[in-house]
Each structure stands twice: as C-alpha cells, then as structure tokens.
C-alpha cells in the first residue's frame, strides 16, 4: 500500500505539526536517504492501493558515499530511514529483491557520461532561464537545463516539446503543432508551455 498517505498516526511514523499523510511532494531530511519523492500520480485513489516511491534522491557527494554498496545493501539502507521516518510499516509493506527495486549511481554509468545536470544557485533559475530558452536565429535550445524541471528526465522532455513547437510555429507550421499536441504521445501531457511566455 502508498503507506505515506496515511496519517503518521496510523502507521507509527514521526508525528507533524499536521499529522496528515503526504500525497506527492517530497521529504527533505539529514538522514542518508536526503531526498524522499512521493509520486503524485496516485492522486485521488484509495490509499490501500499499490505505489512507487523515489526511496532515496541524492547527489553529489551524498550519492557518493553508496557508490561502494550493492543493489541489495543499497535497498536496506533506503528502507532503514524509510523506517525511521514512517514507521515500521514500511517494512512490513516492502516487496523485496531487485525485480522490484531500483538502485542507480549515475557517476558509475557509461552510457550517460556521469548524469550531468544543471545545479542553479539561489536566484539563478528565474534570472537565467529566459535567456537560455530564447532561440539565438535558427539555434533553439533545448536540455533539462531549459526548464523549470531543470536536473529530471521530465525537464529534458518538456524542453523537446517546447522546441518542436517553436519550429513548427515559426515555420508556419501551426496545424502540424496542434496535431502532434493532439496525438496520443502528447494528448494527455501537462507540461506548460507557456510558463515562460515572451522569453
């Protein structure tokens, strides 16, 4: 079961302020984990029901420190915190054994040259991102780093999207944008757009 939308209450884990389970969004903490992101994909379904959860997002030298580790004593590291923050349940409901579970190091990756990434400094992103969206002629720019997603697979997608789109519109080719937007690849993407209008 999604065991972190229940109340903290219910499953044992650390109370908050709120005591409410956590619907998407992620938890922030100094444990090894960092990072915890809970999938907002499950929105509006019963909370008994099957889930994912990004058990452990970090980087730097954070990710460092499990670059030594197996898959195996990765997975128990990530639930040891995953515990500690919601409970004994997590435990409980854990399906174990790589087919279910996940554990990547990207420095250690060959095909994808370290995952690489663009780390914005306070202020940065919004004083940045219009220049670096703003097509210079016939060059349009496109990357994770192009968009508010910046550092995600979703920030490279939507800057893809956002680029065909500014091809196709200032080639006149307005009807062949709403088609593609239509299809079914697109149909049901929520990527806006036009966030940075008039950059």
């Known amino acids: 079961t999604r065991f972190w939308e229940k109340s903290p209450l219910e499953t044992g884990g650390l109370q908050t302020t709120s005591n409410v389970g956590i619907v998407g969004g992620a938890s922030s903490t100094d444990l090894p984990v960092r990072t915890i992101v809970y999938p907002s994909y499950y929105q509006g379904l019963p909370a008994n029901g099957s889930g994912v959860l990004l058990a452990s997002y970090t980087w730097g030298n954070d990710a460092a420190k499990f670059a030594p580790y197996t898959e195996e004593e990765l997975f128990e590291f990530a639930l040891k915190d995953i515990v500690t923050i ?3 349940i997590a435990r409980k409901e854990w399906i174990p054994g790589k087919k279910n579970n996940k554990a990547h190091y990207w420095s250690n990756d060959k095909t994808v040259v370290g995952g690489a ?4 400094g306070a202020g940065q992103l919004e004083f940045l991102m219009g220049a670096m969206m703003r097509p210079e002629d016939f060059i349009h720019w496109a990357g994770e780093h192009t968009d508010v997603h910046n550092a995600w697979i979703v920030g490279s997608f939507n800057s893809a999207v956002r680029v065909v789109k500014e091809i196709l519109q200032e080639n006149l080719m307005n009807d062949k944008w709403l088609k593609l937007k239509n299809m079914k690849l ?4 929520n990527g806006n757009l036009d966030a940075y209008r008039g950059y």
Not at 117 to 120: E, F
């Open 117 to 120: 990434y663009a780390l914005y």
């Open 86 to 88: 919601h409970g004994g």
């Open 186 to 189: 697109l149909k049901y993407w």
